[in-house]
């Protein structure tokens, strides 16, 4: 009979330990009740009632084969690595309950040449730039000027305000941008005439941090809800 070091004993009683800890907790935590102990941090504005699992959706294939497609991809036999566990929350994520056709700054239109500097400043072609997510604000942008990425030689043949766009372009009052001019334009409401009718700065900040909207409550577009988008799927 083959006899068993007593070494060796406790090796195995501390692995199985282990493997059966391990079980438990990936089955507690794996639970949907449980889904907080697991997030990074407080979801944004607008999604503190989606549940993970909206957009961090299972991947394909199982476990194994997740990680032999890896493999063949670090020994360069695969052209992409594959997603492990749950999907990439890309921006195809995003817009599948935010697309809509009357967007002023679609990610797309940022794929032209003349907008190359914004890219590289401030990656204008990923929704979490801006909308970084698990940090319980709205927008994670801090830059309220970064309208100057893509606008510094604007010029406006009939200029509504008493002060040209020109002018203030000139003295570099970037802030003022977002003082009259909502960025995606999905807001129902009139930009300012006058200077000294334009949103406080200290609200837009606000409104970046969560706060209600300084320029309108009233919307042309509501993001599809999570019923909506798990219908789609």
């Not at 406790?10 to 493997?19: A, D, L, N, V």
């Not at 032999?68 to 921006?91: P, W």
């Not at 970064?146 to 030689?153: D, L």
């Not at 009052?173 to 009718?197: M, V």
Request: charged share 25%.
């Amino acid at each position: 009979m083959l006899k068993i070091s007593r070494k060796r004993r406790r090796q195995w009683i501390g692995m199985s330990f282990g493997i059966f800890i391990t079980s438990i907790a990936y089955v507690v935590l794996s639970h949907p009740a449980n889904e907080e102990y697991l997030s990074k941090g407080p979801l944004n504005t607008g999604h503190e009632e989606l549940q993970c699992s909206s957009c961090h959706t299972t991947a394909k294939g199982n476990v194994f084969q997740q990680m032999q497609a890896n493999i063949m991809f670090s020994v360069g036999l695969r052209r992409s690595e594959a997603n492990f566990g749950t999907e990439n929350v890309d921006n195809n994520k995003c817009l599948a309950c935010h697309e809509r056709e009357n967007d002023r700054h679609p990610l797309h239109r940022f794929e032209e040449p003349r907008f190359a500097n914004a890219r590289k400043e401030i990656g204008v072609t990923n929704c979490e730039s801006c909308h970084q997510e698990h940090n319980g604000v709205r927008i994670t942008q801090l830059d309220v000027g970064y309208c100057r990425s893509c606008h510094e030689e604007t010029e406006m043949k009939n200029d509504p305000l008493e002060v040209s766009h020109k002018e203030l372009i000139g003295a570099k009052q970037w802030n003022t941008c977002l003082q009259c001019h909502d960025f995606h334009g999905n807001h129902i409401f009139h930009a300012a005439e006058s200077i000294k009718d334009t949103i406080p700065i200290e609200e837009i900040r606000a409104y970046f941090n969560g706060g209600d909207s300084p320029y309108a409550q009233e919307k042309k577009f509501y993001a599809t809800t999570e019923e909506e988008f798990l219908n789609q799927q």
